[in-house]
């Protein structure tokens, strides 16, 4: 197992075929951060030119199948292919379904991140990039949708991942003809749905997922892209904006993820994602005090399985490196020696970290679960202190923050700022997005922020998380004539765009003295 080499469709098709959108199967050409593009609109360069050299094909096998995958995609095809057996279950790009959907397929199980452009990213990067047109994911994901291959031969259409709420959120089922929404972990009930399917049962319209146990969660049987591995799910710190901490949480045994890992080494993805809420959460105890020897023993383990030359963590807590810095100290330079990431010359590890905001009211109450086993008040001190060490370690992490939380006052938007200014001289990129009310987080009824709606402080803050972006890794890049050009022109098209409201700030990010008044 591990690959499809040798196996050859059948020419009436197979009985289930799995898929993604465009921008969901591809590598990236190997740069997980990339992947933030799809939340991109696509006016700015032409779609052809994106799929060329930003989102290629990932690579496939001797029989065309697809050879990675994304890794949700990947859990179910394993689920499936334990219950319908290998010949019955295949996973292609889209570009190629022509040849494996046929008479005999009765269900496309599809799975997406971004199908509506209302996440996180998208709803930012659209609506802050501008110049029309929708996320790139989006338009990918209409273009699979609407292909008719999917619906020649009556096979039943079910949508999962973590972007499937999107399409309920923006009433998109009927006029996309998906017969089944999958809502939430797939394990356990996404396999009743395709045995439902299979035996030309009538589907749910919309199906909220049981929780699986431990035991029912099968390793992966090809591998996934980014060689993307879960060494934990589930959170339970509780955050109010944040899905994740709806479900139970697991910590897979060891060897559990060195059988992944070694499956996706074996298959040349080179990289591995350690896919967590939190790398701390491995083994963690109930209070979330983070379990060193265990996360060392893991992170050494992954080292040195052979083929793996960068590793690559999705997500860390603050407050667990203040808590225990020797952790850091430890696989620190480990990461650094597998690191894909290298700025202005210098060699750093990357990871994305949730900084949200600097607002002590608000981490009381949308997050208070954050900043265990400390205070919210001293969520400023944990982010610097926790910042300081990472950064002393050769981790250079990408930060969150949440712009526009449900009644985030001009107070809370400064305190902000105030955070961003304490951490002028450390080494991080900011990723600033506007607060999104996802399906299934407790905020879920909340007003999304828009643009429209942003505060002159709350300009100010994405215009210094990017002056601060621009200083740390760009600056040296670009010729200064060609900098005050491309700045000129942005502040002129923020203004017809968005209004004379953020052109305060943002000439401020251009190094023009704005004391004018604006018009
Ligand atoms: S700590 Fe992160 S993953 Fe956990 S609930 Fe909060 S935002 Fe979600």
């Not at 269900?107 to 929708?134: C, D, K, N, Q, W």
């Not at 309920?168 to 017969?179: F, H, P, S």
């Amino acid at each position: 197992m591990g690959h499809r080499n040798g196996f050859t469709p059948p020419a009436l098709g197979v009985l289930i075929v799995l898929t993604g959108s465009a921008t969901d199967m591809s590598d990236f050409k190997l740069n997980p951060f990339i992947a933030f593009v799809g939340g991109f609109p696509t006016a700015i360069i032409p779609r052809f030119l994106l799929r060329k050299y930003l989102y290629p094909k990932v690579p496939l096998n001797d029989d065309e199948s697809a050879k990675f995958a994304p890794y949700g995609l990947r859990k179910i095809e394993a689920g499936l292919v334990r219950e319908f057996g290998e010949q019955n279950v295949i996973v292609v790009h889209p570009y190629d379904l022509k040849r494996f959907v046929g008479p005999k397929t009765k269900v496309i199980g599809i799975s997406s991140m971004e199908p509506a452009g209302i996440g996180f990213v998208s709803r930012t990067y659209t609506s802050l990039l501008g110049f029309g047109g929708e996320p790139v994911a989006t338009a990918e994901f209409r273009d699979l949708i609407r292909n008719p291959i999917i619906r020649k031969w009556g096979a039943k259409i079910v949508l999962g991942g973590s972007g499937a709420w999107q399409i309920l959120r923006a009433k998109l089922q009927k006029e996309y003809e998906i017969d089944c929404v999958i809502l939430g972990e797939g394990e356990k009930t996404a396999l009743e749905v395709f045995r439902k399917a299979l035996q030309g049962e009538e589907l749910p319209r919309v199906v909220e997922t049981e929780r699986p146990n431990l035991e029912e969660i099968c390793p992966i049987v090809n591998p996934s892209i980014f060689g993307t591995v879960e060494i934990t799910r589930g959170c339970g710190r509780g955050c109010k904006f944040c899905s994740p901490m709806m479900r139970r949480r697991y910590s897979f045994p060891l060897e559990h993820i060195l059988k992944e890992i070694r499956l996706n080494a074996d298959n040349g993805t080179r990289m591995i994602i350690l896919a967590s809420e939190d790398i701390f959460l491995y083994r963690c105890n109930e209070k979330f005090l983070p379990n060193r020897e265990e996360i060392v023993k893991l992170i050494k383990s992954v080292f040195s399985i052979p083929g793996v030359d960068f590793i690559q963590p999705a997500h860390m807590s603050l407050a667990p490196i203040v808590f225990d810095p020797k952790i850091v100290e430890e696989i620190g330079p480990i990461l650094l020696e597998k690191s894909f990431w290298k700025t202005k010359g210098t060699r750093h590890s990357s990871v994305e970290v949730g900084i949200e905001t600097g607002s002590i009211p608000l981490m009381k109450k949308y997050m208070s679960g954050k900043m265990l086993p400390y205070k919210p008040e001293e969520w400023h001190n944990i982010v610097i202190k926790a910042i300081e060490i990472m950064n002393n370690n050769y981790i250079w992490p990408l930060a969150t923050l949440i712009v526009g939380l449900p009644e985030e006052t001009e107070k809370d938007t400064k305190a902000t700022i105030e955070l961003v200014d304490k951490l002028k001289n450390k080494k991080l990129f900011y990723v600033p997005l506007l607060f999104t009310s996802e399906e299934d987080c407790v905020l879920k009824e909340a007003r999304h922020m828009d643009l429209k709606h942003l505060t002159l402080f709350q300009w100010e803050l994405l215009a210094k998380c990017w002056r601060h972006n621009i200083e740390l890794f760009a600056i040296d890049l670009v010729k200064w004539p060609a900098k005050f050009v491309a700045m000129f022109s942005y502040v002129l098209y923020y203004r017809w765009k968005h209004g004379t409201k953020s052109l305060r700030p943002l000439f401020t990010l251009s190094g023009i003295k704005a004391d004018s008044q604006d018009p």
